[in-house]
Nanobody
Framework: QVQLVESGGGLVQAGGSLRLSCAAS????????MGWFHQAPGKEREFVAA????????YYADSVKGRFTISRDNAMYTVVLQMNSLKPEDAAVYYC????????????????????WGQGTQVTVSS
């Protein structure tokens, strides 16, 4: 099992920035990738960004490219999502996710790849 604890959500004005952090613990040795998804009220949980833990390769949803940056701290098994130029449509609950090697064959942007999820952190963007 892998446990994920998120922090850093909050309220920000449009155009502002927020930094989300996710700390992983437990059986992290089987994790190949970590990512962030978001879910707005009445909508499906959607991919935002992900990072390959071994190569450092990063992946982004088209809607956040150029505004969001995902990074990792290998020593602390922490992943950070830096969100800049926030828009009202970015408002959602953001979830940290970690995969397991048994599903690592699935696309890194695929929700079903991820076995472990954090509790979620609210991001609110005022216009």
């Amino acid at each position: 099992q892998v446990q994920l604890v998120e922090s850093g959500g909050g309220l920000v004005q449009a155009g502002g920035s927020l930094r989300l952090s996710c700390a992983a613990s437990g059986r992290t040795g089987s994790t190949y990738a970590m990512g962030w998804f978001h879910q707005a009220p009445g909508k499906e949980r959607e991919f935002v960004a992900a990072i390959n833990w071994n190569t450092g390769g990063t992946y982004y949803a088209d809607s956040v490219k150029g505004r969001f940056t995902i990074s990792r701290d290998n020593a602390m098994y922490t992943v950070v999502l830096q969100m800049n130029s926030l828009k009202p449509e970015d408002a959602a609950v953001y979830y940290c996710a970690a995969d397991h090697r048994s599903t690592a064959y699935l696309g890194i942007m695929t929700r079903n790849r991820y076995s472990y999820w954090g509790q979620g952190t609210q991001v609110t963007v005022s216009s």
